[in-house]
Each structure stands twice: as C-alpha cells, then as structure tokens.
C-alpha cells in the first residue's frame, strides 16, 4: 500500500496530524489537498508541541517532501509564519512545496467570513474566521487568485486590483470597511518573494511519486461530517475532506490510493454550531472537556463533547472506503464505569440506522445507545493490545463490528510513542 489517505472520521480533530506525524518516517511525499489554516494538527515529539495549520504535519521527518495540495487555500502570511516558527524550533525540516493552483486567502477573505457570519446571526456556522468560505466561493465565482499567478509580479497586480475593485464594493455592502490596494499589494508582493522558490507543479510532482512507487500519504484535515456534500451542510467547512478530496486536491485519481485510513475519537467532538445528535450538555460532558483538554487547536474554543456516535462512524467508512480505524484518546475515557455508544437514531418515532442528509432532521433525532462497561487505570502507558483492559479491548472491538472497519491501531496519549499497534499491515507495518 504505498498511499495512504488520512481522513478524519467524525467532526475534525482526531488527532491526524499525531497520525501522520507517526507515518511520516516511512513516506516520501505528505500531501494536504484540502482546507487551509481553519485546520490545527498537533504534533507532540518528545515533550515538544508543534501545531501545524497549513503545512503538513510531516515536514518534521528531514527526508520528507511536504507538500501544499492544488484543492488548499493558503494565507500567505500565516504559511510564512508557521514555517519559521517550526524552523526555530527544528532546523532540519523536509523540503516543502506549494501547489500553483492552489488559491490564495487574502485579508479581505478574513473580514468577508466575519461579516458573513455577522449576517447569519443565530445560524451561524461558528467558523474560524481565517477566510475559508469566502475564499473557496471566490474558487467558485472564478475569480480567484491562484499561487501561480500570485508568485508572478505582473499578473499579481494585475489581477488584485481587478478583484479587489469588485471586494471593495462587496465589503461596503456588507458594512465593512474598503481596503488600499498599494498598501494590500505591497505588503502580499513581499510574502509572495518568499513563498516563490516553494511553488510548483505539485500535480506533476505526486503523480510522479505515485507512478515510481513512492510512499505518499495524504493528509486530510477536517472530518468527513464538515465536508461540503457529505456532511452536516450547511454547518460544514467548504471544501472536502473526505477521502475523494485527496483525488481532487492533488491530482491523482482515485484508483492510486492504495488505503484509507480513518482516525476517529473514542468519543465524539465537535467545534462550531450544528447538529450533534450525542452531545453531552451535562458533567460527563464538561468531564470530558476537561479531562481531555478539548479546546481547539486553531481557535482556543471549548470542544462541544459526546458519546461515540456509531451511525456517524459508519457513514464515515462508507463515504471514505475505509480500510483501517485509527481510534484515538482512548486513555480520556478511563474511570467512566458505563460508556454509551449510540447504534441507531429514533426520528418521528421510527427508528434510522443512517444520517440523515437534512439538517433538521438531524437535529432533530433521538440517539438510541447500547451501553457497554467502562475501566479504570492510566492507560497512556500501554503498548501492545493485551496491555488495554478487558473492557477497554471489547469496547473497540464493538466498534469494529458495527463498523464492518478493522482496527489498525489505538492511540492512548498524544506523544508519538503513545500508540498500541492493532494491524501493521494497515499502517505500511507501523
Ligand atoms: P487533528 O486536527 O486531527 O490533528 O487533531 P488536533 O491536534 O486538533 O487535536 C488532537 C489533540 O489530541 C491534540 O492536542 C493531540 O496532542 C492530542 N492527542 C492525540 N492523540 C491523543 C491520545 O491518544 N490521547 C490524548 N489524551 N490526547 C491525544
Ligand atoms: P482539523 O484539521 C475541527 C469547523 C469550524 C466550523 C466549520 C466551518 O484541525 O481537524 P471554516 O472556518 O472551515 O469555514 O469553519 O468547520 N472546522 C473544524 N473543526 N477541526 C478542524 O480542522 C476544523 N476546520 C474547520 O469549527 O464549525
Ligand atoms: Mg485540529
């Protein structure tokens, strides 16, 4: 299985980027293909923390190409920064490159997200404010700026004050205040002579790797429950996450992914508005939080908490053809003495075994739960199955069947040795 795609199975931050961070050793190439820097993987090596928000998490491995996929949006600014801040604190990153087709987050895009969310007042989605929607709408309108033609002194100008105009009239509307165009183009102008030697033609790049056999991980960001079309729209990211992002995000097809790995909670998370049919509003949820310091990584908000939703979990390996789990945070759960995992939902008094498409049905659903035992002790120094408690083994195991999904490996803390190995072979053996 040379390539792999990391996706996130529930509502984002699964602990990927510990993931990929692991995997890292054995790849070639770690490719992001979607979002931007809405997304914060955490990466904890030897007691020293890195968050990565637009560059893939395995640039910590010196032999890795890091690469910035065509279906991400980039803020320019926020790479630079990033990129010297892990340069500060590891010297000897991979290499990284930078997709000429992937599109450009400028600060008009930042202020046009609050605004927007401003105007939807109690049905706002409870974004990240860094500019996502507003820059994937402007990939769609066609409008645009691409890395390609950002790194490009003539066509920058050129094509900034032509769809700042048009931004101009667009913020005022809004209530929002117009922006200087020399004072935008010249300070952009200096983040694109920096980013320039980064930007190529990373279809090309993957798609040889691919061809010669080259370990390629894919790096998703996000969850498939935030993705555009397969989620919770319209309380969704705008772009997508889930596995088939990976075709469209780097230019490969879908045959040349070799492997799909899911990485999911022991319990469910979610950031932002939206249904979230096993949401906890009670102390085991606050529990939770405060046990598993669920905050987020990108915005320091509190993380909503829950059981694990099976129904989410399998609709996730249907949309991903998932071949492997990665279940995370297992050590959290421990000293809870039941664990509810929901297996089905109960709408308008009928009872339904999938997610529903619409929003307000899904809002509106009752979870019904099995409820399993739960176990006790510090599991976070556990590293082979037969070191999990019993009850903690016929959890996942339960997991597993109702997903039809082979565990591939658990996670019980967030350093990278922290991991219990399930199936290698799911994991190029690691
Ligand atoms: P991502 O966005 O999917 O990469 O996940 P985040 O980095 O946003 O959030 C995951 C958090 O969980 C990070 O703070 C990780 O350091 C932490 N983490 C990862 N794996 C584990 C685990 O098994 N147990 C615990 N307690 N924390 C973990
Ligand atoms: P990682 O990669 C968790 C959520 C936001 C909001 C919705 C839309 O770290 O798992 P956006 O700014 O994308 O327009 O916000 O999506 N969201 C995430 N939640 N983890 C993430 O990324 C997320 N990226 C976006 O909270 O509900
Ligand atoms: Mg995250």
Known sequence: MPTLVIVGAQ???????????????????VVRYSGGNNAGHTVIVG?????????????????????????????????????????????????????????????????????????????????TSRGIGPAYQDKASRIGIRMGEFVEPRVFRERLREVLEYKNRLLSLLGGEP???????????????????????????????????????FEGAQGSMLDLDCGTYPFVTSSHPVAGGACLG????????????????????????GPFPTELLDETGDWIRTKGHEFGTTTGRGRRCGWLDLVVLRHSARVNSLTGLVVTRLDVLSGLERLLVCTSYRLDGEQIVHVPSNTFELAAVEPVYESLPGWDGDLRSCRRWDDLPRTARDYLRFLEEFTSVPIAAV????????????????????
């Open 11 to 29: 509502w984002g931050d699964e602990a990927k980027g510990k993931l990929v961070d692991v995997l890292g050793s054995k790849a070639d190439l």
């Open 47 to 127: 007691g020293q923390e890195f968050r990565f928000h637009l560059i893939p998490a395995g640039i910590l491995h010196p032999a890795v190409t890091a690469v910035l996929g065509s279906g991400m949006v980039v803020c320019p600014k926020g790479l630079l920064e990033e990129y010297d801040r892990t340069r500060e604190l590891r010297p000897d990153l991979g290499r990284l490159a930078v997709s000429k087709a992937a599109h450009v987050v400028f600060p008009y895009h930042r202020t046009l997200d609050a605004l927007e969310e401003q105007a939807k007042g109690d049905n706002k989605v409870g974004t």
């Open 179 to 217: 922006m200087d165009f020399e004072a935008l183009h010249d300070e952009y102008a200096a983040y694109a002579e920096r980013i320039r030697p980064w930007v190529a033609e990373t279809d090309v790049l993957v798609q040889e790797a691919v061809a010669s056999g080259k370990r390629v991980l």
């Open 250 to 273: 780097t230019g490969i097809g879908p045959r040349a992914i070799d492997g799909v790995v899911g990485v999911c909670k022991a319990y469910t998370t979610r950031v932002g508005s």
């Open 411 to 430: 996670s019980v803390g967030p350093d990278r040795e922290e991991t219990v190995p399930v199936r290698p072979e799911l994991l190029w053996g690691g």
